[in-house]
């Protein structure tokens, strides 16, 4: 912190000698005091503007706006004199003629902050008939899904304008026309939904007067703070609830993860949860079709079922929408009950070779910093990661780093939208990354960019792989890679030189037969440049979905019990068989891609299945719909009838998250509650009860817990890095993980004084380009790449129940760089059919150069088109996880 922040100096204000802050404004000053000085343009979030004009006070006998005037020592400041007041109704005046329709009083009410201050002020509809009325306004703008625009009641204050360039960092708005006509817009006539908006509603919540207004809201009876249930940003949000539906969302302010702010699934997706097709009780299936069914009558089925295929013909998959309670009593039902470690969840499919190769490098598999830390980076590398579309909230603190001055780099096949913020962006060959990577640390390395300190008092294998960067010289990377060395290099030499670096990372690395080299990459440059352990800096990967974190926190894996314990380490595995009452398996149980496999060659033959999709999320989907049509039983837990749950034998229906208790741990490892906000609807149960249940029809003790509270005391009281962590201690803003005992505080930065590794110190690795799974060749020449929408979630079960998020985004689309759209003679909307050695699909193209020459890109939202029957399920040897980032394709017209 400056001298110039802590510095205090005495002012004078109406009288009052008081002492402030020597950074601070006038306003803030009167503000903070108990003094009301009328403003419109002045936010806490937003940087002074000055624009309304309306907060003029009187300093030493001058008359200056006070919500850009910084406080001075022995200032005298009066905010009541004659001169002031005229000044002040005279601007409040013209503001209600102009842009207020002439009248105080608005159908806004109390909610608009120009009617609070002439009613301050004493103005009055008498006052204001002695000004010529404005011409009509332009009629207000609907075309948005979730709100609108009014410019009749705009005050032009730029709250809406600074808000997207400062916080969003989209600038999608800006003032339109001149004079009388001036309004808000990306161009003059045009509509809100022609501008880049990206319907966060950040704007909406901070209009002072309502112009931009919340369509078909309803003011909630009563509120429920809770963590909202999509990305793993972990944002904390209050749920609005009337009449037992969920009618609203907003942010918590006091939320470290997010500070109120919130994307726009966040704050309007939450509709699913009133959806009319909500399974509201059991089915069965009887005949082929399936039927409802009691409680009883399914439970017990389930219960019988399972007791004939205990052992390792019984598999489950988890979930990273459950909560942390729900995920450790599943795994210790399939541990403890079923006697098998065949339990998995969809980190396998997206950060399995973040555990597997951070494990190995730094002790710890998770994000080693916080997300709050990354605005104040003085560089940021983001490779593999659509931030903006995947995580829209940390994406907001990459923007608040480049406004402060740091740099950003940006590395992907693709141009993403953070491309538009960076300093250098290298769009290297889908499947590169290694080469890329390990060139920029051979620049390091030669140019005397490493921290020699750090590498020998933390570090170990450095030898090792110093002697692996000679395979890197600049003309096989540039071969490798497709990317001139002369952008590697600047990009080493920009990471290197400006500290602390951290580095971001998401599926792009992850997503490969060599995912855990790609890991391994990136720790490799942390540790080289001493990143590691330094608040602001560190390896970051950012986790897909709201508890992704925490369901391998809990062991819904098949090699660790909760808190990454071996299941087969004897004295790890006697003190779970203490506590369970129960023998446990010594042996790693499998994957996701091999229990689906397993079933084909019969040595899986039950499934449990809970809030998982892989009819369209899992690589090579016609593999994973085989498996689930052929297993003899198949149990699935969830929400909707997905497409997977077609295939059930039992459909069991679940609660969502704003029908139960419990926790999540977001990206950043801070574990936070989740609260019940409505009763459960129709007949469905709670994730946690159904398990548990299940359980106690099986004669298994063990699984009688009181309440998601009780289950995660028997976490804390098995899991060291969970060991302090209670619901009474995570009630205001969460802990973060570690924190072994209740008198810890959690842990901010990870690693800052010794790795969690036998030896305390890190690894760096030698590593070897390898090439993906498969490359383009005659047949099929491009390549196709998956990427995800900012309106959709996942296999999009909940998402596409939200009219508002399937009219922002309805559909798939395949992008691809005009050159190849020329030379199949195709256009933006025209259909066009994606054949892979596995499978086809039809859907729209769009021409675009976000896409490079060569490559083309796909979400697996729709099921309409789903991308993944092309995808590739080759593997990561070490971590399983399969390469759905990159495979062969060809692409042809439909005529």
Known sequence: ?????????????????????????????????????????????????????????????????????????????????????????????????????????????????LRKIARFIGIDEVRLARFRRPEPAPPVDTSNPFFEYDPGICVLCGICVRTCDEVVGVSAIDFVRRGVHTTIGS???AKWMDSDCVSCGECVVRCPTG???????????????????????????????????????????????????????????????????????????????????????????????????RGDAFAAIASAKLTNEENYVLQKFVRAVQGTNNVDHCARLCHSPTVAGLVQSLGSGAMTGTTKDLGDSRCILAIGTNTTAAHPIVALQVVRAVHQGGKLIVINPREVDLARHADLVLRNRAGSDVALL??????????????????????????????????????????????????????????????????????????????????????????????????????NPLRGQSNVQGACDMGALPNVFPGYQRVDRPEVREKFERAWGARLDDMPGLTHLEILGGVTGGRI???????????????????????????????????????????????????????????????????????????PVGDSRTDLWIT?????????????????????????????????????????????????????????????????????????FALAYRAPDEEPDAEFPLVLTTERSLYHYHTSTMTRRVPGLEQLRGEELVEMHPRDAAALRVSSGDQVRVTSRRGEVVARALVTEVSPPGTISMTFHFHEAPTNVLTNAAFDPVAKIPETKVCAVRVEAVR
């Open 1 to 113: 912190m400056s001298d110039e922040r802590i510095r205090t100096v005495r002012v004078t204000l109406d009288g009052q000698t008081i002492e402030a802050a020597a950074s601070a404004t006038v306003l803030d000053v009167a503000l903070a005091n108990g003094v009301f000085i009328p403003h419109l343009c002045h936010h806490p979030d937003l940087r002074p503007a000055g624009a309304c004009r309306l907060c003029f006070v009187d300093v030493d006998g001058r008359m200056v706006t006070a919500c850009n005037a910084p406080v001075v020592e022995g200032a005298t400041i009066r905010t009541n004199t004659d001169a002031v007041k005229t000044t002040v109704r005279g601007a409040v005046e013209l503001l209600l003629v102009n842009h207020h329709r002439g009248a105080v009083d608005c159908e806004e009410g109390d909610a608009c902050e």
């Open 187 to 189: 161009a003059p006539g």
């Open 211 to 309: 112009s931009l207004s919340m369509r078909d809201s309803e003011v909630p009876e009563r509120e429920v703070r809770t963590t909202c249930t999509y990305c793993g940003c972990g944002c904390g949000i209050h749920l609005g609830v009337t009449g037992g539906r969920i009618v609203s969302a907003r942010g918590v302010r006091e939320n470290p993860s997010n500070e109120g702010r919130l994307c726009v699934k966040g704050r309007f997706g939450y509709g699913f949860v009133n959806a009319p097709d909500r399974l509201k009780k059991p089915l069965i299936r009887r005949d082929g079709v399936l039927v409802e069914a009691s409680w009883d009558e399914a439970l017990d089925l389930v219960a019988a079922k399972f007791t004939e295929h």
């Open 438 to 539: 390990m060139g920029m640390m051979r620049v390091i390395v030669d140019e005397g960019l490493h921290d020699p300190a750090y590498i020998a008092a933390r570090c170990d294998g450095f030898d090792e792989f110093r002697e692996s960067l000679a395979r890197f010289d600049a003309a096989t990377v540039e071969e490798l890679t497709g990317v001139p060395f002369a952008q590697v290099a600047a990009a080493a030499r920009m990471y290197a030189t400006n500290g602390p670096a951290s580095i971001l990372y998401a599926m792009g690395i992850t997503q490969h037969t060599h995912g855990t080299d790609n890991v391994l990459a990136v720790s490799n440059l942390a540790l080289l440049t001493g990143n590691v352990g330094r608040t602001s800096g560190g390896v």
């Open 605 to 679: 033959r039950a499934i449990y299945l809970v809030g998982e999709n892989p009819a369209l999320s899992e690589a090579d989907a016609n593999h994973a719909r085989h498996a689930m049509e052929e297993v003899d039983f198949l149990v699935v837990q969830d929400i909707f009838l997905t497409e997977s749950a077609e295939y059930a034998d039992v459909v069991l229906p679940a609660a969502t998250f704003a029908e139960k208790d419990g926790t999540f741990t977001n990206t950043e490892r801070r574990v936070q509650r989740v609260r019940r906000a409505i009763d």
């Open 692 to 764: 548990s249940e299940i359980a106690r029809r099986m004669g298994a003790a063990g699984f009688d817990h009181a309440s998601a509270a009780d289950v995660m005391d028997e976490i804390a009281s098995l899991t060291p890095i969970y060991g302090g962590v209670t619901h009474e201690r995570i009630e205001g803003s969460g802990i973060q993980w570690p924190c072994p005992d209740s008198s810890h505080a959690g842990t901010r930065t990870l690693h800052t004084e010794r790795f969690p590794t036998a030896s305390g110190r890190a690894r760096f």
